[in-house]
């Protein structure tokens, strides 16, 4: 396929949209200008176009395998890596002390939503190196940070996050993996991880992998779990890889997608670590590279989602079938109204949760450079409203791509079904979508829904302004808002957290299409009220928003009708 990178979106939302002059407008990313970002993602969009969107197939149609205990990449992967690499692109936000440029987190997300849409399985690596980057920056000891940060930002070395065990899963307390203590500093770690994405490859120096495991004055629990740095090869006293640690692949899964990207199941057997933070406060640590996954995986939603609509919209721009109500009957199938809606979907949608992520990267930015505790309040509210909403967004248009191919859909040559296969797993890793709507209309709750009606004010505070000049849009989104808040006050006032779980799910949607309404408002506001903009505003928030309000009544129907269906009922 011929992959496009969004670069006009995404400098058109900056620009007009989430308020990237705030984040330029600080001391810390004061040299990120509009014309420093323009530059920054046209380059990153051609690389993503003529180097990584090739790759698409051939990570899909020849899978990474594990031969005689070395993983061999898809074709192709090791020089797409070499050009993310060469291009720094791996890590721009990165210290600047370790090689990084210290860019605004909002560009790396455009970034990663680009590399995304061209090529998801390869994403996946440089991605969890930015998470690794992230935990070590701000917990690792400074010989730590000096051996792995230079070779981590440039990419020489990629890392991986080690969580799960077959019977730790969304539970990492049940973890059996263990610490012990050598008598050097280091640990040595033994157990099994499964799930372990980019276990292995074969075209960087080192694999470093971050594990979770206890020690054995751990407590029970995720309290008594400490965090460990695990390299394939021990860096020598220069800090190159020397000798090979006690650590290997034991397969790969079998997966429904994503086969260019090889998922391991990797055992230590006494492999040496080394502590990042403090024992037996590994979860903490795991965190801070866990809630900027989170914001990476909802992205990568929306990369598969740009990538299934431009793949569909090439389809249907080719594709005749039928009589059609234009181009006196002969145009393509794109002039069919259901198929016209689908794709007007897809864009809005795609539209609404790129804004969410960018106002989430955003927020993060802004608490990074000035320390603002409401910035960081607004940056944890909109993480799990970003992972949920961008990953079923992702979904659900690899899902309409298909549906526009029709039967051509469903084969594969057409690889309109592997953006379905490839994004589907996002819902379920960095923590279930499920998980993310707990977290939502629980922690994020917990300050009485402060964060949650400063955000909401603004939402109105807009509306109000733009029922001058776009009172058919204006209306609605002001409406929708109003109940958003009173389902928010009705989740406060829950004490039974299980009332408030019951409707988390259609709560996070209803928030998430309350905010698509307000951020398309605001682009149809910057447009002028009369445009291509206002015009998908307008679809949105006259054919999408109004499923909030379905959203919300379940959203706050408590769980009783749930507990009252018995075992017998669901037919165990």
Not at 462 to 484: F, G, I, K, M, N
Request: aromatic residues 6%.
């Amino acid at each position: 396929m011929t992959y496009r990178a969004p670069v006009e979106d995404y400098l058109f939302l900056l620009t007009h949209v989430v308020g990237l002059d705030q984040v330029t407008a600080t001391d810390k990313f004061a040299e990120a200008t509009p014309d420093m970002a323009s530059a920054i993602l046209t380059e990153a969009g051609r690389m993503c176009e003529d180097v990584l969107a090739p790759l698409q197939r051939a990570g899909d149609t020849h899978p990474a395998v594990l031969e005689n205990g070395v993983v061999r990449t898809s074709p192709g992967f090791a020089e797409g890596y070499q050009a993310i690499a060469d291009g720094g692109w791996v890590a721009i936000s990165a210290d600047p002390a370790y090689g990084g440029m210290g860019l605004p987190l909002c560009l790396t997300t455009a970034v990663n939503e680009m590399m995304s849409g061209a090529c998801l399985s390869l994403q996946l690596n440089p991605l969890m190196t930015q998470g690794q980057i992230e935990a070590l920056e701000n917990h690792a000891s400074d010989e730590i940070r000096q051996t792995y940060l230079p070779k981590l930002v440039s990419g020489e070395w990629c890392g991986t996050m080690n969580l799960t065990e077959a019977q730790a899963g969304s539970d990492v307390g049940a973890l059996r993996s263990k610490a012990e203590r050598n008598d050097d500093g280091s640990y040595s770690i033994t157990g099994q991880k499964i799930f372990i994405s980019w276990g292995d490859n074969d075209f960087t120096g080192n694999v470093c992998h971050l594990v979770l495991a206890r020690l054995p004055d751990g407590g029970p629990g995720t309290k008594g779990i400490s965090l460990f740095i695990v390299p394939k090869f021990i860096p020598d006293a220069e800090g190159n890889p020397g000798e090979r640690n006690s650590l290997s692949v034991v397969s790969l899964e079998h997966k429904m997608g994503l086969h260019g990207s090889p998922t391991a199941v990797m055992q230590y057997d006494g492999a040496k670590g080394w502590l990042i933070g403090e024992e037996h406060d590994g979860i903490r640590c795991m965190f801070t590279m866990m809630n900027n996954a989170r914001l990476g995986v909802g992205v990568q939603g929306i990369g598969a989602a740009e990538g299934a609509y431009q793949h569909a919209l090439a389809y249907a721009l080719e594709r005749k079938q039928g009589r059609t109500p234009l181009h006196d009957g002969a145009g393509t199938i794109l002039d069919h109204a259901n198929v016209r809606r689908m794709m007007a979907t897809m864009k809005a949608d795609a539209f609404a949760a790129r804004a969410i992520a960018l106002a989430n990267a955003v927020a993060i930015d802004m608490a990074h450079a000035t320390g603002s505790s409401d910035w960081q309040a607004r940056a944890a509210f909109l993480t799990p409203i970003t992972k949920g909403f961008g990953t079923e967004i992702g979904i659900n248009l690899a899902n309409l791509g298909m549906q526009v191919h029709g039967g051509m859909g469903y084969i594969e040559e057409t690889g309109a079904a592997q953006f379905l296969r490839d994004v589907r797993v996002t819902a379920i890793y960095e923590g279930t979508n499920g998980i993310q709507s707990m977290d939502l209309v629980g922690r994020k709750l917990a300050d009485g829904g402060e964060a949650a009606a400063v955000l909401l004010d603004e939402i109105e505070e807009q509306a109000e302004a733009a029922r001058q000049s776009l009172p058919d849009l204006a209306e609605p989104v002001w409406q929708a808002t109003e109940s958003l808040r009173e389902a928010t006050e009705w989740m406060v006032a829950q004490d039974n957290m299980n009332d408030r779980f019951a409707g988390s799910v259609p709560f996070l949607r209803a928030f998430a299409r309350v905010l698509g309404g307000h951020y398309h408002l605001a682009a149809a506001l910057a447009e002028g009220g009369d445009g291509s903009r206002t015009r998908l505003a307008r679809f949105y928030i006259r054919a999408l928003l109004p499923q909030y309000a379905a959203y919300l009544a379940h959203a706050t129907l408590g769980a009783t009708d749930l507990y009252a269906l018995t075992e017998e009922d669901l037919g165990a």
